[in-house]
């Protein structure tokens, strides 16, 4: 007994004993080094991918070699430039990133500094915007058409036809982007001086403030929920036989192959997403609302509207801008600028949802606990 009041008195003296454990405020930190070495590891492994085109000459699914390249931006670039292009650039933004993360990260200054951010930001547009296309976005569309009908085997289509090689390396292309993206944006405001998990700097938030986001993010939610619909009254329109902006020969063929379904299942899905863009500026989008049961009056986790969202604002950018690489879009829809205009404003719908999305996270993210 002795033995155990002597003990415990030396423990008063010298005090806590140190934890094996990280402090709470070094784990943040650790966690953002690891999205930064996995974005470094990702891209590397991408690279790596188009190294092994380049040297054997087998393998690039882009471009040319794309059979339904047509509809990218990259549909005019043979595999033998387009390879080795795609390992130079990738290759060294694996090494860019690893040289912005971790505790011993490259400080860098004016010109130098810009030109790493610049290369960086350059990897990511191009791994965001350039390489998916139309077709990422068309399969969001047709994602729940596809997934209710294959128990009943409709629609009557080869799934092996629909979800190729090239698809999955457009949506690794998308997921690689991000990651980039937010390694590169994390070493930006580190050396910045500003909090690179939230962003904010001493003096002040500016138009990153709760208050001036509701402002130009409701202004945002409206442009990004308008389009879709402009884009949904065409498409149902020709479902139900009115050939608005196309012949009455190119309706009825479209009802003759069912092409018109598809219209339908597109319209469908940016109607819906019209109205969840909305959410982002008003109260459901903030608190489930009272029909849901089990979840009624609850809080809506931020990052279950903000990933989402700027995952359908990036593939709706860049099968906005694919769209502008295919000079006959015209012919191919009717030849009808009616019918073409909803489309040509994707750009702007990406942006513009981007940008609600934004401002729906700096309106609703709170104080960090980090800075």
């Not at 099968?319 to 073409?340: F, I, K």
Request: proline share 6%.
């Amino acid at each position: 007994m002795s033995r155990t009041v002597s003990t415990g008195r030396a423990a008063a003296r010298t005090g806590p004993q140190p934890r094996s454990e990280p402090e709470p405020e070094q784990q943040p930190r650790q966690h953002r080094h690891r999205i930064g070495y996995l974005a470094a590891g990702i891209t590397a492994l991408f690279g790596s991918l188009a190294l092994i085109w380049t040297v054997t000459g087998h393998g690039y699914p882009f471009g040319t070699a794309d059979r339904d390249g047509s509809n990218s931006l990259l549909w005019r670039v043979p595999a033998e430039v387009g390879a080795p292009v795609f390992a130079v650039l990738l290759l060294g933004a694996a090494v860019a990133a690893l040289a912005m993360t971790g505790p011993h990260a490259v400080r860098l200054r004016g010109a130098a500094r810009l030109a790493l951010l610049g290369y960086g930001w350059l990897v990511v547009a191009g791994l965001l915007l350039l390489v998916p296309d139309v077709q990422v976005l068309a399969y969001l569309g047709y994602a729940p058409m596809l997934i209710g009908g294959l128990p009943f085997g409709w629609p009557p289509v080869d799934y092996s036809e629909l979800f190729t090689l090239a698809l999955g390396y457009k949506v690794f292309s998308v997921a690689t982007g991000l990651l980039l993206a937010r390694a590169v944006l994390t070493w930006q405001l580190r050396t910045a001086g500003a909090c690179p998990w939230c962003g904010r700097r001493a003096g002040g938030e500016g138009w990153t403030s709760a208050g001036s986001a509701a402002r130009w993010g409701r202004r945002a939610a409206w442009v990004a929920a308008v389009i879709p619909v402009l884009y949904a009254i065409v498409r149902l329109a020709w479902v139900v036989g009115i050939p608005l902006g196309i012949t009455d020969g190119f309706l009825r063929e479209m009802h003759r192959t069912g092409l018109v379904w598809v219209g339908a299942g597109l319209a469908g899905f940016g109607l819906v997403g019209a109205v969840l863009t909305l959410g982002l500026v008003q109260r459901w989008g903030e608190r489930f609302p009272r029909w849901m049961i089990g979840l009624a009056g609850r809080r809506v986790p931020i990052k279950l509207a903000v990933v989402p969202a700027t995952g359908v604002a990036v593939a709706i950018t860049a099968a906005g801008l694919a769209l502008y690489g295919q000079p006959d879009l015209l012919d191919g829809l009717g030849g009808s600028t009616l019918t073409v205009l909803p489309m040509l404003l994707w750009p702007v719908w990406g942006v513009a949802l981007g940008a609600a999305t934004l401002a729906y996270h700096l309106r609703r993210r709170g104080a960090c606990d980090r800075c």
